[in-house]
T-cell receptor, first 114, second 115 residues
Framework: DAGVTQSPTHLIKTRGQHVTLRCSPISGHKSVSWYQQVLGQGPQFIFQYYEKEERGRGNFPDRFSARQFPNYSSELNVNALLLGDSALYLCASSPDILMNTEAFFGQGTRLTVV | DQQVKQNSPSLSVQEGRISILNCDYTNSMFDYFLWYKKYPAEGPTFLIS?????DKNEDGRFTVFLNKSAKHLSLHIVPSQPGDSAVYFC??????????????FGKGTKLSVKP
């Protein structure tokens, strides 16, 4: 069974540019969450989507947006990139939005902003 | 303000001995706790979890203990193996809406198990 897949694995962008990161959840999983992991820190919650609706949002500026498609895949968009956006972006999927369902993470997209 | 704290950035233990990783939290609304393991260049992998209605959960070599009054949990690995060498993250969630998407992570503890 395929796990959570993210693309691309690595990306280099220039300040001010826009970036789109993609995530395909585990088959059958309807919830997708996005996390940002800066070096030396734990992952920080950005968004959760369930059944194509935003169900949670972390403390991130409006430059960050996301959406979920009918096939439950998801995109994370970041506009007007800043140097501080350089991080590992992790996507996690879970079967539903109920308690006691652990999130399964992809390997992440390493974004470098120069 | 960090709601989940892992105060030990690193831990080194001998193969075969016990590894104890600690985690403290401040938010009394947290009612579900998870441990993830992360190898370099990989995403975090779920290890074990515990609900706030329990004080212990065991899965093979891994046991998680929860002390709600102290807002403290720990992960015990017995016996430790070299393959356990990784960064371990403690995470917590609050039960509002039952969402597992909004996990609050600690900064992680790097475990090194020496042969």
């Amino acid at each position: 069974d395929a796990g959570v897949t993210q693309s691309p694995t690595h990306l280099i962008k220039t300040r001010g540019q826009h970036v789109t990161l993609r995530c395909s959840p585990i088959s059958g999983h309807k919830s997708v969450s996005w996390y940002q992991q800066v070096l030396g820190q734990g992952p920080q919650f950005i968004f959760q989507y369930y059944e194509k609706e935003e169900r949670g949002r972390g403390n991130f500026p409006d430059r960050f947006s996301a959406r979920q498609f009918p096939n439950y895949s998801s995109e994370l968009n970041v506009n007007a990139l800043l140097l501080g956006d350089s991080a590992l972006y992790l996507c996690a999927s879970s079967p539903d939005i109920l308690m006691n369902t652990e999130a399964f993470f992809g390997q992440g997209t390493r974004l470098t902003v120069v | 303000d960090q709601q989940v704290k892992q105060n030990s950035p690193s831990l080194s233990v001998q193969e075969g001995r016990i590894s104890i990783l600690n985690c403290d939290y401040t938010n009394s609304m947290f009612d579900y706790f998870l441990w993830y393991k992360k190898y370099p260049a990989e995403g975090p992998t779920f290890l074990i979890s515990i609900s706030s209605i329990k004080d212990k959960n065991e899965d093979g070599r891994f046991t998680v203990f929860l002390n709600k009054s102290a807002k403290h949990l720990s992960l015990h690995i017995v016996p430790s193996q070299p393959g356990d060498s990784a960064v371990y993250f403690c995470a917590a969630s609050a039960g509002y809406g039952g969402s597992q998407g909004n996990l609050i992570f600690g900064k992680g503890t790097k475990l090194s198990v020496k042969p």
